[in-house]
């Protein structure tokens, strides 16, 4: 039998490690050492340093990094680097802030898009998935995701893991289960009512409520497992079977019942929302980001920006969907529904940034293969953004919304180290950053193909 104070000592460890504040958490593990090693200090030579505070780019300037944040950043004719330093050349690559996709499904794949799976695959084969797509997406230079949908609760594993050192992947900002209406984008809908795939059948999977009272409950319980946000589908959806993109799944009354308890928790919440109604119901309730956004019309684009509200529009997905998925058999009603929205969300991507709504980079992850994500930023300039808007979208804005501009999004002093650099100039060609050569996350280096190091320089 473990004794009584060692009992509380362990509860309280555990406490530390399951923090649904995990930043936090790293912070006072770290600061929990009784003695303070010796800072290591990294200096970064960036030849074009767009730092994501604003639009312009500097040239040749240092980030000097200690431990896991940025310490300093200064040009580098007013610093002296002691010889002897670890330094890292980007002197011929654009650096910039760790990217941040806003809008991920780390358990999900791509090519699954057969029924059949929602039966054969297991809670285990979709945590398997989230350990390599983890990786391939700090590899694609995203530091940082808001995941928003998985089997409960593997966002949150995901995450402490990750954290923990175990395994390598992004800052994680997780939710649980998108909750849904009985019959809603978040059901298995059209089998026999015996078809069952539920993990917590008690709990209807912590995702499906109806009413306000059960909407409060099902997100007091994801608090209670140690989610960092809500994910909530206010309209039906395209990769759900028997609803419609276009209708509103939750009355304005459930909206702000979920949205009310969310906050009260400390938490954010965002909410799925193709159809024109359901995107103003869910600014109404006071939601913090409409994702997806598609058929937004201009009294919705009015209310968000009135309401301060942010779109998160994934709009690259449509051409994974209609030109790749139907290989891996995405059946024809989701087909037929992708077609009716992904052009006219283009469009409105368009009108809603012209009008001024705030806007973060999500691209929807796992309808298209992870560590592709940087394939949208095409679009965003196609439609009407440049570069350096897009690049602020997936920085600044995005670590905005996900409530992390203290530790993330920019390059600054005391931010962490989260940094990425391409060899080619993302702002004469957003593409660039579908290749990103240098990933560093909190100082440690994850990814460096430097070839744009051949002649490293340390004076
Ligand atoms: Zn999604």
Known sequence: MIPAIVARRISAFILILLSPTPFAAAQSAASAGAEKPVAKLTYLLA????????????????????????KSVTSAADLKIPPGANVVDLSHA???????????????????????????????DHAFSGVVNARKTLEAGFTSVRDVGSDPFLAVDLRNSINAGYLVGPRIVASGPGISITGGHGDLNNYSPQTRVMMFPEERDYAIADGADQLRHVVRAQVKYGVDVIKIMSTGGVLSRGDSPGAAQYTLEELKAAADTAHMAGRKIAAHAHGTQGIKNAILAGIDSIEHASLIDDEGIRLAKEHGTYVVMDIYNDDYLLNEAPKYGLPVENLDKERMVGRLQRENFRKAFQAGVKMAFGTDAGVYPHGDNARQFFYMVKYGMTPAQAIRAATANAADLIGRSKDVGTIEPGKFADIVAVNSDPLADVRALEHVDFVMKSGVVYKDTRSFASHATTN
């Open 47 to 70: 030849g074009h340093l767009f730092d994501a505070t604003g639009e312009s780019v500097r040239e040749n300037m240092v980030i000097t990094v200690e431990d896991e944040r940025i």
């Open 94 to 124: 654009t650096v910039l802030p760790g990217l941040i996709d806003c809008h991920t499904h780390l358990g999900s794949r791509a090519d699954r898009y057969n029924e059949i799976y929602e039966f054969k695959d297991t809670p285990f």
